[in-house]
């Protein structure tokens, strides 16, 4: 059983177009990430929703849209793709319940290029 | 200075060798740590969580230490299927956020 999925595993777009990336888990967290890993190999958080409220909200541009229509869900939206977005989108799960931060399981990735 | 920071490597190590690396962090008020595995064009995973007494699971001993601000990862007779990137992973504020080092990497040669 996959635990955190991820559609579609590879994304070529060009620019100036609109995506989204998918993600679902059913380990039963109620926290969800998105995380952008560029080409230099570093991992940076975008957004968290715990039980479908943001909780993190990164200094991402606008064109960027997450959205949690319940807690096994994540979506994300990019507008008027750029050059600059070409990049592996990781999604993320963890169990937070009021606790210290736990453990996170991630997707195996998204990886999008724009030409 | 960055709130987590590793040494990028990479770290060429025989097959069988001991190898450790550290991994500094800022934050002192930090409250959780773990080192990640993450292996070329695949997804981060958790390797094991440090612990403030220090934790070994099998070959893979890790240890905190909270006077100089860093967390370490032992590897005793490392395979080949070592090699890869390791992450160190600081929870700074006890909120919702990881904040993560760039890796170490990690080459195990026969």
């Known amino acids: 059983d996959t635990a955190v999925s991820q559609t579609p595993k590879y994304l070529v777009t060009q620019m100036g177009n609109d995506k989204s990336i998918k993600c679902e888990q059913n380990l039963g967290h109620d926290t969800m990430y998105w995380y952008k890993q560029d080409s230099k190999k570093f991992l940076k958080i975008m957004f968290s929703?715990?039980?479908?409220?943001?909780?993190i909200n990164e200094t991402v541009p606008n064109r960027f849209s997450p959205k949690s229509p319940d807690k096994a869900h994540l979506n994300l939206h990019i507008n008027s793709l750029e050059l600059g977005d070409s990049a592996v989108y990781f999604c993320a799960s963890s169990l937070l319940a009021g606790g210290p931060v736990y453990e996170q399981y991630f997707g195996p990735g998204t990886r999008l290029t724009v030409t | 200075r960055k709130e987590v920071e590793q040494d990028p490597g990479p770290f060429n190590v025989p097959e069988g060798a001991t190898v450790a690396f550290n991994c500094t962090y800022s934050?002192?008020?930090?409250?959780?740590f773990f080192w990640y595995r993450q292996d070329c064009r695949k997804e981060p995973k958790l390797l094991m969580s440090v612990y403030s007494s220090g934790n070994e699971d099998g070959r893979f001993t890790a240890q905190l230490n909270r006077a100089s601000q860093y967390i370490s990862l032992l590897i005793r007779d490392s395979k080949l299927s070592d090699s890869a990137t390791y992450l160190c992973v600081v929870n700074p504020h006890s909120n919702y956020q990881l904040i993560w080092g760039a890796g170490t990497k990690l080459i195990i040669k026969p």
């Open positions: 934050n002192s008020a930090s409250q959780s």
């Open positions: 929703y715990n039980n479908k409220e943001l909780i």
